[in-house]
């Protein structure tokens, strides 16, 4: 195994290098999983480049209040109940057994 995590196999005087799951590069991964090359402009389909990185949550805020999106987590809705026929009463309700209570 070489540095990169890759298999190498020597053919004659070229060596092949297969890559492994675990090498595939987060734009690959993302335009295999969703269909969506991150390193296209979607607009003109020109190249796209990295501009920045935020990691200050004070600055992310910033700049999502900035492009008008939300900055705080949204609350959680209600959980829903089992399926109608999950439920061991409503099912002895719906077909009329007595002991329902």
């Known amino acids: 195994m070489s540095a990169g995590g890759a298999h190498g196999a020597k053919t004659g005087a070229v060596t092949v ?3 492994t799951s675990s090498d595939l590069p987060w734009a690959e991964l993302l335009k295999r999983t969703f269909g969506v090359d991150v390193l296209v402009c979607p607009k003109c389909q020109g190249p796209m480049k ?3 990185i935020l990691t200050d ?3 992310v805020a910033r700049y999502l209040s900035g492009i008008g999106e939300l900055t705080c987590v949204p609350d959680r809705s209600p959980s829903r109940g089992p399926p109608y026929w999950k439920s061991i009463v409503l099912r002895r309700k719906a077909l009329g057994d007595g002991d329902a209570a």
């Open 17 to 19: 290098v297969q890559r």
């Open 57 to 59: 949550p004070r600055s």
């Open 50 to 52: 990295l501009v920045a």
